[in-house]
């Protein structure tokens, strides 16, 4: 990682836990299932990615395949096809971006072109390269859990604790710093409605870890399940999520809306930072 890079990546990680941290999303993708097909040029994808920096967004989260319940896999060159060009143009921003995937070639060649955080959905446990790869380009990584199959018998937050426990023992052997990994529990990924807000509602008992926890509920289908009318498709629904979160010990908060989630994010920071913060943040006088 060239030094500049690097320096990105560490004043990205300095901001965690000192406030909330906004992670923009931009799909490259054609079926995503909120904002598929929207961003598919580089020149609407260059405008987002600069809309979402400007609107407050700390790192811009790219992706060019859909990991949506049912969403078609895609190829390593299908997926470079998609992003690569994005990527090459955001490489000369001064805002940080990241790799939403989780091949270990696919991951490489972003970093290549800039990127400093890999955002893995399946937590280093798909790809068997991709945990030495993301180490020896002294990138960060994202922890994501997932589940194949969807199991509501199942104590949820023990198993993601189990798959945790596993995928940092393989970051370890591979060398990854902990300062450089982010565990995201997540949501709607392999889990029922239920477990979704179960998840949201114990964050509490992943802090341990010690490593700062991201949390990515914007405009997911359960949020629909929890009021009459269904909401899922709402700003207001996320909002509340991702306050509920935040307040539970998320750090980092992966969202669509970015303008709006800085500034409910903001207000709920101030409010605590001025008594009690909630577990897993600091508060600003400390």
Known sequence: MRAEQGAKRDAFLAKIGVRPVVMGILNLTPD????????????????????????????????????????????????????????????????????????AS????AIELGAVLVNDVWGLQKDPAMAETVAAAEAAIVIMHNRAHKDAAIDIVADIRRFFAHSLVLADKAGIPRTRIILDPGIAFGKTALQNVEVIA?????????CPILVGVSRKTFLGS???????????????ASLAALAGGASIFRVHDVAEHVAALKIFHTIWSGGIAPPGHRSPRE
Do not use: C, W
Request: aromatic content about 4%.
């Open 106 to 109: 696919v991951a490489a060649r």
């Open 32 to 103: 995503s299932f909120s904002d598929g097909n929207q961003f598919m040029t580089t020149d609407a994808a260059l405008s987002h990615a600069r809309r979402l920096a400007a609107e407050g967004g700390d790192i811009v989260d790219v992706g060019g395949e859909s990991t949506r319940p049912g969403g078609l896999a895609v190829s390593e060159t299908e997926e470079l096809a998609r992003v690569e060009h994005v990527l090459r143009a955001l490489g000369d921003s001064e805002a940080p971006f990241s790799i939403d995937t989780y091949k």
């Open 202 to 210: 114990r964050l509490s008992e992943l802090i341990d870890f010690g």
């Open 226 to 240: 929890l009021v009459e009318g269904g909401i899922e498709g709402t700003l207001v629904g996320t909002i509340a």
